[in-house]
């Protein structure tokens, strides 16, 4: 079982619907973040968490410690948000501590 | 602009020919790593280095090699490739390991044949 599991893996949604992408991890973690990959290759970072909840325009990121899960909603999606999603967490244990990645979850938003 | 730059972008080599892909950030940051993107298996940090010549290995460190003589360079030396790296390659900087703000370089697809 992967550390970092993401759901779904693929998602296919119409513009203007709201957006759950899910993040759930097994470890104890310092930070979680979640990245955007485009359909060109290109990782972009969108937020990085340790608690609470985050918001950068249409986009928001929360995160429940207890729970080890965290959610990324997009607002009014748009065609433009298709891209990999992809969580992120760096465990809290051990020497060598390093971000652990979610395998990602495919977006696709059509008119 | 700050910014992590990778060449070469894409590259077609044959099994056993040396390769190095070159990375480099302007940012002044002390955390770098290399990572490799599979279908279904997602990212891999291949090494990483917390600072100059500071480096440690990840989760898939065989058949790769890395140096940081200088702290804006990170390169990926690849001794002998073989076809099981054909693979997408991102480096990444940090101001810290995992706990700050990740900055991605365009990526390198490689494949070796």
């Known amino acids: 079982k992967n550390e970092v599991e993401q759901s779904p893996q693929n998602l296919t949604a119409q513009e203007g619907e709201f957006i759950t992408i899910n993040c759930s991890y097994s470890?104890?973690?310092?930070?979680l973040h979640w990245l955007q990959q485009h359909p060109g290759g290109g990782i972009v970072s969108l937020f990085m968490?340790?608690?609470g909840k985050k918001k950068h325009g249409r986009l928001i990121a929360t995160i429940n410690i207890q729970e080890k899960h965290s959610s990324l909603h997009i607002t009014a999606s748009h065609p433009r948000d298709s891209a990999v999603y992809i969580c992120a967490v760096r465990p809290n244990t051990g020497t060598a501590s390093k971000l652990t990645f979610g395998t990602g979850t495919r977006l696709q938003v059509t008119l | 602009e700050a910014q992590v730059t990778q060449n070469p972008r894409y590259l077609i080599t044959v099994t056993g020919k040396k390769l190095t892909v070159t990375c480099s950030q302007n940012m002044n940051h002390e955390y770098m790593s290399w990572y490799r993107q599979d279908p279904g298996l997602g990212l891999r940090q291949i090494y990483y280095?917390?600072?100059?010549?500071?480096?440690d290995k990840g989760d898939v460190p065989e058949g790769y090699k890395v140096s940081r003589k200088e702290k804006r360079n990170f390169p990926l030396i690849l001794e002998s490739p073989s076809p099981n790296q054909t693979s997408l390659y991102f480096c990444?900087?940090?101001?810290?390991?995992?706990?700050?703000?990740?900055?991605f370089g365009p990526g390198t697809r490689l494949t070796v044949t």
């Open positions: 470890v104890g973690i310092s930070a």
């Open positions: 990444a900087s940090s101001t810290r390991q995992g706990a700050d703000e990740q900055y």
């Open positions: 280095s917390m600072n100059v010549e500071v480096t």
């Open positions: 968490l340790s608690s």
